[in-house]
């Protein structure tokens, strides 16, 4: 079955500090790995998305990095900023198959003043 | 025209109530689909248009009726609900169907509250 791991489940920090975010894996092969930002209540946001070939992709303070050798990627945030705290979804769509989109839990972000 | 637009923006209904949920996107993309996510949870996807014809139903049940009029519209019909059914509803679109490395664009969402 294919599986999206995220981790940490929540997350706090201070505003203007950096953090990552995790996402493991088990979809193979991918077509794509994407991330997405959604704010409470609202529709996901795309912020990332990489094809199996992709090692990163930057929009703005957020960089995703993929490692397809051992089904990894990472989603990091400089310099945060109080609009950031959100939940943060990675999200794999095989390559194969119905193509159906896996989703992780997602990742709670919360920035503090 | 960039964005996926959703009506309405809350519901509240009746068990023996029968209503609708919109959708509709002026991107020319030619998937569309309806997800569903409770709170603090994924979306779980429930139906996927491909070329205005019904490609994916993810064994939902038949209380939930999805159709795609043209390709800018889909709508999601309401019948006899349950309370658990009660959650946010987003529609997506894509440029392409599934299957090709494509961007997803999701709507705001419906929130759906079933008393």
């Known amino acids: 079955k294919n599986q999206v791991e995220q981790s940490p489940q929540s997350l706090i920090i201070l505003e203007g500090k950096n953090c990552t975010l995790q996402c493991n894996y088990t979809v193979s092969p991918f077509s794509n790995l994407r991330w997405y930002k959604q704010d409470t209540g609202r529709g996901p946001v795309s912020l990332t998305i990489m094809t199996f070939s992709e090692n990163t992709k930057s929009n703005g303070r957020y960089t995703a990095t993929l490692d397809a050798d051992t089904k990894q990627s990472s989603l990091h945030i400089t310099a945060s900023q109080l609009s950031d705290s959100a939940s943060y979804i990675c999200?794999?769509?095989?390559?194969?198959?119905?193509?159906?989109?896996?989703f992780g839990r997602g990742t709670s972000l919360i920035v503090h003043p | 025209d960039t964005e996926v637009t959703q009506t309405p923006k809350h519901l509240v209904m009746g068990m023996t109530n029968k209503k609708s949920l919109k959708c509709e996107q002026h991107m020319g993309h030619r998937a569309m689909y309806w997800y569903k996510q409770k709170a603090k949870k994924p979306p779980e996807l429930m139906f996927v248009?491909?070329?205005?014809?019904?490609?994916i139903n993810e064994s939902v049940p038949s209380r939930f009726s999805p159709e795609c009029p043209n390709s800018s519209l889909l709508n999601l019909h309401l019948h006899a609900l349950q309370p658990e059914d009660s959650a946010l509803y987003l529609c997506?679109?894509?440029?392409?169907?599934?299957?090709?490395?494509?961007?997803?664009?999701f709507g705001p969402g419906t929130r759906l509250t079933v008393t």
């Open positions: 997506a679109s894509s440029p392409t169907p599934p299957g090709q490395s494509y961007e997803q664009y």
């Open positions: 248009y491909s070329y205005e014809k019904l490609s």
């Open positions: 999200v794999v769509t095989p390559s194969g198959g119905s193509y159906i989109p896996t």
